[in-house]
Nanobody, 127 residues
Framework: QVQLVESGGGLVQAGGSLRLSCAASERTFGMFAMGWFRQAPGKERAFVAAITWSGASTYYADSVKGRFSISRDNAKNLVYLQMNSLKPEDTAVYYC????????????????????WGQGTQVTVSS
C-alpha cells in the first residue's frame, strides 16, 4: 500500500493561485498513474486531473482545463497540481490518488479506478 500525503492547501482569494503537492512513499512511484480528485460538502468525489506513469500524458476535467496543471517528479516521488485563476466553486477537499494495481496503465477518471488515497487537503477560495 502506498502512503500518500498532500500539502499546499489553504485559503486564497478568487483569481489567486495555489500549488498542491502529494508525496508518495512507494519506490515504484514511477510505474503507476496518479490522479487528483476533489470533494465539496454534500457532493460526491469528482475527478480533477490525472497523469500517466511517465508524465507524458495528462487529463483534466472540463471545469479546470486551462486553469489547472498536473505534473510529477518521479525522482522525488512527488505529484503536483498547479491551480491558477481559482474560483469559489473550486472550494473543496483535494485528494491525490495512486493507481497501483496496474503498472504502466492509463490513468482513470473515476475514483473506483484508484487504489490508494491521501488524507486530503482543504482548498478554500473566497469571493
Amino acid at each position: 500500500q502506498v502512503q500518500l500525503v498532500e500539502s499546499g492547501g489553504g485559503l486564497v482569494q478568487a483569481g489567486g493561485s495555489l500549488r498542491l503537492s502529494c508525496a508518495a512513499s512507494e519506490r515504484t512511484f514511477g510505474m503507476f498513474a496518479m490522479g487528483w480528485f476533489r470533494q465539496a460538502p454534500g457532493k460526491e468525489r469528482a475527478f480533477v486531473a490525472a497523469i500517466t506513469w511517465s508524465g507524458a500524458s495528462t487529463y483534466y476535467a472540463d471545469s479546470v482545463k486551462g486553469r489547472f496543471s498536473i505534473s510529477r517528479d518521479n525522482a522525488k516521488n512527488l505529484v503536483y497540481l498547479q491551480m491558477n485563476s481559482l474560483k469559489p466553486e473550486d472550494t473543496a477537499v483535494y485528494y491525490c490518488a495512486a493507481k497501483t494495481s496496474a503498472y504502466y496503465s492509463r490513468p482513470g477518471l473515476r475514483p473506483s479506478e484508484y487504489d490508494d488515497w491521501g488524507q486530503g487537503t482543504q482548498v478554500t477560495v473566497s469571493s
